[in-house]
């Protein structure tokens, strides 16, 4: 391609794909990193079960005074949660990498399938990281190579729900 | 599988009918738009450093994340799936490694805050096992069942936690609107947690600590990382094996 002569600098930094190895070692790192500078390790979903309590508010209920979240709700600010301001990051870095690479598209929906497939999914995932008492990563890549068995059994039950999802996927959502 | 379901979970190889012209003006455009956004976040930073001491560097960990995520495509939902869907093990061989390397440094980090010998393990502060850096909590049933479901819900969506962050920033829609219902998701469980805690079946108070199961640092490493590495042998066996390698 012609283009990929006229901008060298641009193809090698910022367009060019990094290898999975590469992701491996520098999430390992950024993941230890976060967990010297703030004592508490890397996690995405806590702060989405604020979030859904905090519009539970919104609406006149008082999820608060729920056992379960015990005034966290009052006592949460978004600056000031680690865990909040990362998510936020994935999502602008996410976005940094696809612009300075110049790949940026919105992915329209292309079916109705893809929204069955975001509802369900979505639900499936929130119901399923409460009950483990975290995600992928506050139960799986914070717990698991902490030495807490239950990040040995949720990874091997997620991989066990994978293999069932996958096949939900080619048969109902593709 | 066709192409239209794969794009929404890994980036697939588009070839848009675009003039060179039309390139050049969309790179300049998007290049243009991502040096903005660099000063955005670091204005942002800025305003975070002022309500959070450690918030600058948390910023800049976690954008770090999301542009590694990105650029690396590494999907911890895709690593889970591929050897089922595609036969593939690249991914799953490399959130092996990432584990691996995570271990490490867990194990570096604990062993400084515990201390290294054995009697240290079963020292009476160690009774509760959330002052250990990492995240050491109940295990039991609801474990279990939590992450056969999460791994369904995440397949599904085409996207885990992180992966569903990731490709909002990408420009997913799909995963604008699987963030919602997570967040619904999320309540619902929440709500569901109280009665599972009280029906003594499902939730098993209590976490379980390797290094103080097994007795020891040396042989909870020696089945950490021998785990580790058995799991990596039989992915990359397996790959090789649905590639026709084998």
Not at chain 2, 87 to 105: C, D, P, R
Not at chain 2, 158 to 176: D, L, N
């Amino acid at each position: 391609m012609p283009e990929t002569k006229k901008y060298p600098f641009h193809e090698q930094f910022l367009k060019k794909e990094w290898s999975y190895p590469m992701g491996a070692v520098l999430l390992a790192f950024l993941a230890m990193l976060l967990v010297l500078v703030t004592d508490q390790a890397w996690g995405v979903t806590g702060p989405l079960a604020i979030w859904g309590g905090k519009f539970l508010e919104l609406i006149g209920i008082n999820a608060d005074s729920w056992e379960i979240y015990h005034g966290t709700l009052a006592k949460y600010n978004f600056w000031k949660n680690s865990t909040s301001l990362t998510n936020l990051g994935i999502v602008l870095g996410a976005l940094l990498s696809t612009l300075l690479a110049a790949q940026f598209k919105i992915k329209k929906i292309k079916s109705g399938k893809n929204i069955a497939a975001a509802v369900i999914g979505g639900l499936l995932m929130g119901v399923g990281a409460r009950f483990a008492l975290g995600c992928n990563i506050g139960s799986f890549f914070s717990a698991l190579p902490a030495f807490s068995l239950h990040g040995w059994v949720f990874g091997i039950f997620i991989f066990l729900g994978a293999a069932v999802g996958s096949k939900l996927l080619t048969k109902y959502f593709m | 599988m066709s192409e239209n379901a794969t794009s929404s979970i890994r980036r697939s190889a588009r070839a848009p009918r675009e003039t060179p012209e039309q390139r050049a003006k969309k790179r300049r455009i998007q290049l243009s738009l991502g040096a903005a956004l660099i000063v955005g976040v670091v204005l942002l930073g800025f305003y975070i450093q002022s309500q959070n001491p450690r918030g600058a560097v948390i910023w800049a960990v976690g954008l770090s994340f999301g542009y590694v995520l990105q650029r690396s495509r590494f999907c911890f939902t895709a690593a889970m799936r591929d050897p089922v869907l595609t036969g593939s093990t690249a991914l799953t061989k490399a959130l092996i490694m990432a584990m691996a390397l995570a271990s490490i440094a867990y194990l570096a980090i604990q062993m400084k805050s515990i201390g290294l010998l054995p009697a240290d393990l079963n020292a009476e502060n160690l009774d509760d096992l959330s002052t250990i850096p990492g995240n050491i909590r109940d295990v039991g049933v609801h474990t279990a069942l939590g992450g056969f479901i999460f791994g369904i819900g995440a397949v599904v969506a085409g996207g885990c936690a992180s992966g569903t962050f990731m490709r909002m920033g990408e420009g997913f829609v799909q995963q604008w609107i699987a963030v919602v219902f997570f967040i619904i998701g999320s309540v619902a469980g929440m709500a569901m947690l109280p009665p599972m805690k009280a029906s003594g079946i499902l939730y098993q108070e209590g976490a379980i600590y390797l290094p103080q199961l097994f007795g020891g640092w040396l042989p909870a490493i020696a089945v950490q990382f021998g785990m580790l590495f058995i799991l990596y042998v039989l992915a990359d066996w397996y790959g090789k094996k649905k590639a026709g390698e084998i």
